[in-house]
């Protein structure tokens, strides 16, 4: 009898820890800053390609402004979910610049720089970019969260050789459901979507003849 008294206070206390776990997750509009910088890495010292490549910023064209998004809390409010520094589509185009440096078109270094604008006189092929959509969202809910994140990505190169053009669009989502929700999953999840987007980039294109083209 004791033993089962025990058990069943045991299990009343946990249910009670849960409940009062859950109590507190109500949102209070706060915002929380994702940092989407890449990370500093030193492309190859040997083998970089001679051709000369710039990814200037990209445009930001989400008709909901700077906000990503926000998580739904299971007892009401929202938390709201921002970009560090409040330039997605500019850190967007620093990734792609960055994937270029040290892996990017068969694996090779190349010889890229990230521009904000106006400096892309020596360029072989310069890179611009427009961000139709960036969003991250989350609903919770008993005992799980469900956060999506979208992408849509137009991406445009221009040829200085033959002054031809590429254009490509980008688009991906993707979804994960957790039991415990942590603000890194969300981050986690952003990061894979874009790097999915452009990594599709450029397997859909080569360099030829010191120009970009398709691959098909």
Same mark, same amino acid.
């Given at each position: ?53 710039? !990814? ?10 700077? +906000? $990503?998004?926000? &998580?739904?809390?299971?007892? =009401?409010? *929202?938390?709201?979910?921002? !970009? ?10 620093? +990734? $792609?610049?960055? &994937?270029?440096?040290?892996? =990017?078109? *068969? ?110």
């Amino acid at each position: 009898m004791v033993h089962r008294i025990l058990s069943l206070s045991q299990v009343c206390g946990t249910v009670f820890l849960i409940v009062w776990s859950m109590a507190g997750c109500a949102g209070k509009g706060d915002v929380r800053q994702f940092d989407l910088q890449p990370k500093p890495s030193a492309a190859s010292a040997t083998g970089v390609e001679p051709v000369k490549i710039v !990814v200037e910023a990209f445009e930001d064209r989400r008709p909901n402004g700077a +906000r $990503l998004g926000s &998580r739904q809390h299971l007892w =009401g409010g *929202e938390t709201y979910f921002d !970009v560090t520094g409040g330039r997605p589509a500019e850190v967007i185009a620093q +990734r $792609l610049a960055q &994937r270029l440096q040290t892996k =990017g078109w *068969e694996g090779r270094s190349w010889n890229v720089r990230f521009e904000r604008s106006g400096a892309s006189g020596d360029a072989d092929i310069v890179i611009r970019g427009e961000v139709e959509e960036l969003s991250a969202n989350a609903r919770s809910r008993f005992f799980s969260t469900v956060i999506e994140t979208k992408q849509r990505l137009v991406i445009q190169a221009k040829n200085r050789a033959d002054d031809s053009s590429l254009t490509r669009m980008v688009e991906g989502a993707r979804t994960r459901t957790v039991f415990w929700f942590e603000e890194e999953d969300v981050l986690d999840l952003l990061k894979d979507t874009i790097n999915d987007g452009l990594d599709r980039f450029i397997a859909d294109t080569k360099i030829d003849r010191g120009s970009l083209r398709s691959v098909r």
